[in-house]
């Protein structure tokens, strides 16, 4: 089939448009808005719209700008037969009219019959979807506008019948799968797919994962019954032993039980002899303790009576010694007796010795102390002289007034300051001096008379007439408080002298002359009476008067003590040397006294010692004849128990007799114990209890472990362990089956499976190889010589197209190239199935490309022209549409020119 | 000095699980028929006017069998008019746990069969007419003679004179060593009876239990054999299925006679397939083999050979029917998938569906020459059931 021209009429922004194609290459050039699409279009939908389509699709169609129905009108041929078709669409009432030149025509219904007879194609219909439907016409060979890139392997897939035919033919003898084929495969890739997951394993709820399932369960099961039947029967074996143990253990309890008692029974008796043995031992210890006993009293009475007899001997030596000592101490006692009225005596003439010498001593004083008193007495009169003098002053001072110098100071200070005040009070007034007055002249209150001179002190008017003057006086001070100054002044002088009763200041300074003069003498005199210290001489004088009037009070008290006898001295020197006499006699008088005392000490002391060495031996006589007494009553006592002598002899033979029998006694029941050999009957004792102790405990044990194996065995009945082991076992026999049985069927499914997947794979190769070839040799105009396509063909469906490149490592999938890139290879391999196709329509097919490389650089679309050449050289028409015509140029195909906007043209045809 | 008749049984086994049987009703119905033996043991000891039932071990299938099971035998065995004494063998032995000791058995024994005696001690159990002397097995396995303690004349001078002396025994003599030994059970080389030494004292009978067929072993020892048989003969010359009438007086050869009490038809069959055709000879072998007792019948079915794909499946239909039918159907099978000459050029010569035909190709080739043919043989089944299915349906 091939497009000769196309015109279309009020199809959207065209009016009234023809072109022209080339058979072989056309391109069709024109800027954007140009209607480059819709000329496409318009053809496309001439070819496969129904004429009475309605609705959006008919509204997309109709122009704007110009009025009447779309219409477009094609001129093709298909073999040797050229066609005429016009399609006027007017909604239901379009027409569409088929004719074949120089033959017949077709109109309506059957014209779009005969038509989609002619293209090969299914009537796309009409309604909802036709937009889609519409779209998938001739998609292998229409690229539109933005569509370039896009996965060819669908337009493939969408012919697959019509290119697998051509494939057949052109791939040889290979045949092509058939319907009953692809169901078996399917059947057997479902089954397959039931069975096993995508790595192989079986599949979840498949009939070989239950199979293995159960199979697990059943090995399960088996073993559990085969362990529940072990436990079952080591159960029985354990209740044997444990019988048998039991047996065995009573059967040894019993003899050990024998045994123990004959050892209990020996034991019994052993403890009897132990028994007997002490108290024997007892006895025996009773016998020798009152043997012990008799023995000792006999001893100690002997020993007692010994002792009496050496304290006889002793005691007529100390009587003798005691009345020795008696007569001495008379004698003695009588000594002393005289030595101490000889110490008396001589007490008594130091005494009268003493009160002499004191005597003598208190005389001397009195003469001392008058002496004194005198003295004393003298300085006392002087005293007195001075202070009458001193009052004599006091009193002609007291009669003077009593002005003192400050006072004086004073009086003369005012005085000065009176003088001062005056001169100035005389200096400051003016003089006023009348001269000559016709009238009287009256100043204050009185009046003038010419000549008269007046000191002015204050402010006063003058007034002669009717002539009235007032006088200011002026300057300094007021004239007025100077005034009052100097009377204050005279006041104060006045009131001190009137006080005083004098007259004058100058008096006062005389009287204060005089004070002065009589202070003067008073002090002097004061002087003098101080350096004879009044106080204390008159003190002093006072105290000589007393010791003298003491002292003599002692003379005469010691006069009277002494008695009249001694000469009183006439003076001091006297007295002294009476008293110098009196201490020698005194001292005499105490050496006589002392040497008395002395010797009456030394016999008091003998005479002590004497009575104490008496009353030593008078003691040491009485201790002996205490103990003589005590051990006299001693043996008397021990006499009275133990009996005399004879019967004490016998007594001790009878019990040391006694002692040798209870000692042979005892030696027998020892004997018999050590027959017994106790030690060893109580290590029989203690290993038999622990035989039969762990008999028991060998029967309790061997008791348990029956009960346990009893529990075990006593079986509830509900189910027979031996039954369901039997059965598990079978049922893991027959899970065994079924699990290989299972295998078997899934291995021969997967066997079947894959046999045919390889026979797809086998098939798919002899399809897929001579369009990947076809394609190659569209691809390598632009890619070069190197350059290959594989075509994926799955058995049923196309399902990619991958680019092998020298420059790239392995295939690259459609979906990894770049835009431009994709662009070529959808257009190769559009070129190979258009080229594969075009068989069934008379070697020929029209393949449009609008604006189908818009991502491809220059260069590739330069290096392109020689693929879409290669499709023309090869039969096709060629039909590209662009808005860079320049790039096509290499093409060197019919250009045509289309306007941006035109009013109702041709196109411009041009060759190029 | 007159005769009297009782009945020796043994291996009644009841209780038997029969686990192999997959089908659980078929199961049961088989372990009901060793119960329902009880009765007809009943009846053979009414009409022979016996004095006793003799069991000779193996009552119980095990010793731990269920309630209903004992509830079951109990209620049976109290419907037999007469006593029945029973020794313990090697699958119910006396030992630690035995069902003999548990309450639950005691208890229904006293509720519902009076007239059973369980005899567990090996002592002279003297009867109005006859001395029972029993060799109970008091455990799973005696090494040695479990009716040694009759050693010795003082054993039997103490008996009563002019009664009949009945050994009741239980366990394997020697000359039966591994002949009887089932697939999974039973070490013949304990509880080892000699039956020389018995045989030569002073007793009337031997009644033997353990060995499943009637068997006599000397002049007066037998083996009673089940009364219902329990598995696949593997010998023509088996005789199970029967119960002993025996008519003994002291000092007299007894005289046995076999009563035939056996229901269930246990057989075995063989058949080898050369062909299809041979498929039809099959079924008319197996039609005949089976007659009119399909449900008393259990049939252990060995076959071989090998089938065309179509024929194989009409085996498995047949089969299938048969384990349906059949008391229990136990199937050995090794039949291969042998497609036939048709059925290959069915799946192998197809040029209109390449796949199909190239994938059969394959598979014949590796079901004749593949170690692992059987796979290959199912696949080419699966394939042959497929197609024909895709194509019936397209």
Not at chain 1, 182 to 209: M, N, Q, W
Not at chain 1, 243 to 269: P, Y
Request: glycine letters at 6%; hydrophobic letters at 40%; aromatic letters at 4%.
């Amino acid at each position: 089939m091939r497009l000769q021209s196309a015109r279309v009429r009020s199809y959207r922004l065209h009016q009234d448009l023809t072109v022209e194609f080339d058979p072989h290459r056309t391109l069709i050039a024109g800027d954007n808005e140009s209607g480059k699409s819709t000329l496409v279009e318009a053809i496309h939908r001439a070819l496969f719209l129904k004429a009475t389509v309605t609705g959006a699709i008919l509204a997309g169609m109709r122009s704007r700008i110009y009025t009447g129905h779309p219409e477009v009108e094609l001129r093709f041929t298909v073999g040797d037969d050229a066609y005429h078709l016009r399609k006027h669409f007017s909604g239901q009432n379009g027409t569409a009219t088929l004719s074949r030149i120089a033959g017949e025509t077709w109109q309506g219904e059957e014209a779009e019959e005969r038509l989609a007879d002619l293209l090969g194609v299914e009537p796309a219909g009409g309604g909802r979807g036709i937009d889609k439907r519409l779209q998938a016409q001739w998609a292998h060979l229409w690229v539109w506008q933005g569509q370039g890139g896009e996965d060819p392997a669908q337009y493939a897939a969408a012919q697959q019948h019509q290119l697998l035919q051509q494939l057949q033919r052109v791939g040889g003898a290979v045949a092509m799968q058939s319907a009953l084929d692809g169901r078996v495969a399917e059947h057997f890739a479902r089954l397959y797919d039931g069975i096993f997951t995508r790595s192989g394993k079986p599949k979840a709820g498949s009939a070989l994962a239950s199979a293995e399932a159960e199979h697990e369960s059943a090995q399960e099961r088996f073993q559990q019954a085969k362990s529940r039947m072990a436990r079952l029967e080591e159960a029985m074996g354990t209740f044997e032993n444990a019988r048998e143990t039991i047996r065995q253990a009573n059967a040894s309890l019993a003899e050990a039980r024998q045994q123990l008692q004959a050892t209990t029974e020996r034991l019994e008796g052993l403890g009897r002899l132990r028994e007997q043995e002490r108290t024997q031992r007892l006895e025996m210890e009773a016998i020798q303790g009152r043997l012990g006993a008799a023995e000792e009293a006999d001893r100690k009475i002997s020993e007692l009576q010994e002792r009496a007899q050496r304290l006889q001997h002793a005691l007529s030596p100390l009587q003798s010694e005691r009345a020795r000592k008696d007569q001495s101490l008379a004698d003695l006692r009588e000594r002393v007796e005289r030595a101490r009225k000889g110490h008396e005596e001589a007490k008594e003439r130091a005494l009268k010795a003493r009160r002499m010498r004191d005597l003598a001593v208190v005389r001397e004083r009195v003469m001392d102390a008058g002496q004194q008193h005198q003295a004393l007495e003298r300085q006392v009169a002087e005293i007195e002289r001075h202070e009458r003098k001193i009052q004599q002053f006091r009193d002609r001072l007291a009669r003077l007034p009593a002005i003192g110098r400050e006072a004086l100071d004073r009086l003369e200070r005012l005085d000065r300051d009176r003088g001062k005040a005056k001169a100035s009070l005389e200096a400051a007034a003016p003089e006023i001096e009348l001269l000559e007055a016709s009238l009287p002249v009256r100043i204050g209150d009185r009046t003038l008379a010419p000549g008269e001179r007046l000191s002015v002190t204050e402010t006063e008017e003058l007034e002669a007439g009717d002539l009235r003057l007032r006088i200011h006086p002026g300057g300094g001070e007021s004239l007025g408080s100077l005034r009052t100054r100097i009377s204050t002044i005279d006041g104060e002088i006045r009131e001190a002298l009137t006080g005083w009763g004098l007259a004058s200041l100058d008096e006062a300074t005389e009287v204060v002359v005089k004070r002065q003069e009589i202070q003067r003498e008073i002090d002097r005199l004061q002087a003098a009476l101080d350096a004879l210290n009044p106080e204390s001489t008159r003190e002093q004088f006072k105290e000589a008067q007393v010791h003298l009037a003491a002292t003599q009070a002692e003379v005469d008290r010691l006069q009277q003590a002494v008695g009249e006898g001694k000469v009183v001295p006439e003076g001091l020197e006297a007295a002294r040397q009476q008293v110098r006499h009196a201490q020698q006699q005194v001292d005499s008088a105490e050496t006589e006294e002392q040497k008395a005392a002395s010797g009456l000490e030394t016999l008091a002391k003998q005479v002590e010692q004497f009575a104490q060495e008496r009353d030593e031996i008078e003691q040491s006589i009485r201790d002996r004849k205490h103990e003589q007494n005590e051990i006299e009553t001693t043996i008397r006592i021990l006499v009275q128990k133990a009996g005399d002598e004879l019967q004490r002899r016998i007594e001790r033979q009878r019990l040391l007799e006694a002692k040798q029998a209870a000692e042979q006694q005892l030696e027998q029941v020892r004997a018999a114990i050590a027959e017994l050999q106790p030690d060893l009957l109580d290590a029989d004792k203690e290993r038999l209890e622990r035989v039969i102790q762990n008999g028991r405990e060998t029967i309790s044990h061997a008791e348990q472990q029956r009960a346990a194996a009893q529990a075990l065995l006593q079986t509830d009945g509900t189910e027979d362990p031996r039954a369901e082991l039997a059965q598990a076992r079978a049922g893991f026999a027959a899970a065994e089956e079924r699990l290989q049985a299972a295998k078997r069927h899934a291995s021969a499914i997967a066997l079947v499976h894959e046999l045919f997947e390889a026979q797809q794979r086998e098939l798919a190769e002899h399809f897929s190889r001579p369009l990947a070839e076809k394609i190659t040799t569209y691809l390598q105009p632009v890619f070069g010589p190197q350059a290959r396509a594989v075509a994926m063909f799955d058995g049923n469906d196309f399902t990619g197209v991958e680019l092998v490149r020298p420059d790239m490592p392995g295939a690259l999938s459609f979906d990894t190239l770049s835009g431009g890139t994709r662009e070529q290879v959808a257009a190769a391999v559009r070129l190979a199935i258009a080229e594969l196709l075009a068989a069934d329509h008379d070697g020929t097919l029209p393949i449009v490309f609008d604006d189908a490389f818009a991502n491809s650089d220059p260069r590739r679309i330069s290096l392109l022209q020689r693929t879409l050449d290669l499709g023309a050289r090869r039969g096709l028409q060629i039909i590209v549409l662009t808005c860079h015509s320049a790039h096509y140029t290499a093409l060197g195909a019919r250009q045509v020119c289309l306007a941006p906007s035109r009013t109702d043209t041709a196109a411009t045809h041009r060759r190029q | 000095m007159s005769r009297i008749t009782f009945i020796h049984t043994a291996d009644w086994q009841l209780g038997k699980p029969f686990a192999q049987v997959r089908d659980p009703d078929k199961r049961a119905a088989i372990r009901k028929a060793r119960i329902a033996a009880i009765d007809r043991i009943g009846e053979v000891a009414a009409q022979r006017g016996a004095a006793f039932v003799l069991v000779a071990g193996d009552l119980f299938d095990s010793t731990t069998v269920d309630k209903p099971t004992v509830s079951a035998a109990c209620a049976a065995i109290g419907r037999i008019p007469v006593p029945v004494l029973v020794i313990p063998g090697n699958h119910d032995h006396g030992g630690p746990g035995s069902i003999w000791q548990q309450p639950f058995f005691r208890r229904e024994r006293e509720q519902l069969a009076p007239n059973l005696t369980v005899l567990l001690d090996p002592t002279p159990v003297v009867l109005e007419q006859a001395v029972i002397l029993p060799c109970p097995l008091l455990h799973r396995t005696v090494a040695g003679d479990p009716a040694a303690w009759l050693q010795g004349s003082e054993v039997f001078e103490a008996l009563p004179a002019g009664l009949p002396r009945i050994v009741l025994a239980h366990g394997s003599t020697q000359r039966f060593v591994g002949a009887w030994a089932d697939d999974e059970e039973e070490d013949a080389s304990t509880n080892l009876i000699d039956p020389d030494r018995i045989e030569a004292m002073p007793i009337d009978y031997v009644a033997l239990g353990d060995w499943h067929g009637t068997l006599p072993v000397g002049t007066r020892t037998w083996y009673a054999g089940t009364p219902e048989p329990d598995r696949f003969p593997k010998g023509t010359d088996q005789d199970p299925g029967n119960v002993l009438a025996v008519r003994v007086g002291h000092g007299m050869p007894p005289e046995v006679e076999r009563i035939r009490t056996a229901r269930l038809a246990w057989r075995r069959m063989a058949f080898q397939f050369t062909d299809d055709a041979s498929l039809d000879r099959f079924k008319d072998e197996i039609d005949r083999f089976i007659g009119e007792r399909a449900v008393e019948t259990l049939l252990r079915l060995e076959l071989s050979g090998s089938l065309g794909i179509e024929a194989h499946t009409v085996l498995e239909q047949m089969l299938e029917s048969l384990e349906a039918r059949l008391a229990w159907l136990r199937i050995v099978q090794d039949v291969q998938v042998a497609p036939t000459d048709t059925e290959i050029a069915q799946l192998k010569e197809r040029p209109g569906d390449p796949l199909i035909a190239g994938v059969a190709a394959s598979l014949v080739d590796r079901a004749t020459q593949d170690e692992d043919p059987q796979t290959a043989q199912l696949a080419l089944r699966l394939l042959h059931v497929a197609s024909q299915q895709a194509e019936g349906g397209a």
